[in-house]
Structure formats: structure tokens, C-alpha cells
Nanobody, 119 residues
């Protein structure tokens, strides 16, 4: 069974930075995509950033230029570097991995890590 474990969340002031980490229980090369989603209170979960097996990335418009997703295959981890944080970035951030076959795709989720941006 795939396990994803996030870390790195916390409280930061506006304009500050945080780096989230997601450790996978197996080789990340087995996943078609990996990414970060977030969910703020009273809102739906939304995509923040995603990276494909081939290294392609895409970002939500709200974080472009501020957040960077990356991966380390040797460590089976992905990261989300978050700079110039804003109060509206406050949310629980979830790591996601998609394993895709010809027949079906399966999503895996971590437990989430809280990011709070406040002065």
C-alpha cells in the first residue's frame, strides 16, 4: 500500500517562506504524477502544483511565480517551496500521487500538513 507523509507546515508571517516535503513509501518513478493540493476552511480542495514523471510542471494561477514544485527520486520525495506567502495561502496542504495503468488510475493522499500565514 502506498503511503505519503507530508511535513514542513507551520505558522509563518506574510511574505515569509516554507518548504513542504512529501515522502513516499515506494519509488516515485512508479507514479504518473505527484502534486500538492490544499483545502482552506469552507472551501473545496484545489490543485496547487503538480509534477509529472517526465518532469513537467503546472501550477495554480494564484501561486505562479511564488511556489516551486520539485522532486528527488533518490529520496522518493517531492517538495513544495513556498515564497512570498500570503494569508490566503492558509490551508491544509495534501500530497497526492497518481498511479496510472491502461485500465485505471488510482489516487493516493497524505494526511495533510497545516500552513498558516498570519502576522
Amino acid at each position: 500500500q502506498v503511503q505519503l507523509a507530508e511535513s514542513g507546515g507551520g505558522l509563518v508571517q506574510p511574505g515569509g517562506s516554507l518548504r513542504l516535503s512529501c515522502a513516499a513509501s515506494g519509488s516515485i518513478s512508479s507514479f504518473y504524477t505527484m502534486g500538492w493540493y490544499r483545502q482552506a476552511p469552507g472551501k473545496q480542495r484545489e490543485l496547487v502544483a503538480r509534477i509529472t514523471r517526465g518532469g513537467g510542471t503546472n501550477y495554480a494561477d494564484s501561486v505562479k511565480g511564488r511556489f516551486t514544485i520539485s522532486r528527488d527520486g533518490a529520496e522518493n520525495r517531492i517538495y513544495l517551496q513556498m515564497n512570498s506567502l500570503k494569508p490566503e495561502d492558509t490551508a491544509v496542504y495534501y500530497c497526492n500521487a497518481v498511479r496510472s495503468t491502461v485500465l485505471a488510475s488510482t489516487d493516493y493522499w497524505g494526511q495533510g500538513t497545516q500552513v498558516t500565514v498570519s502576522s
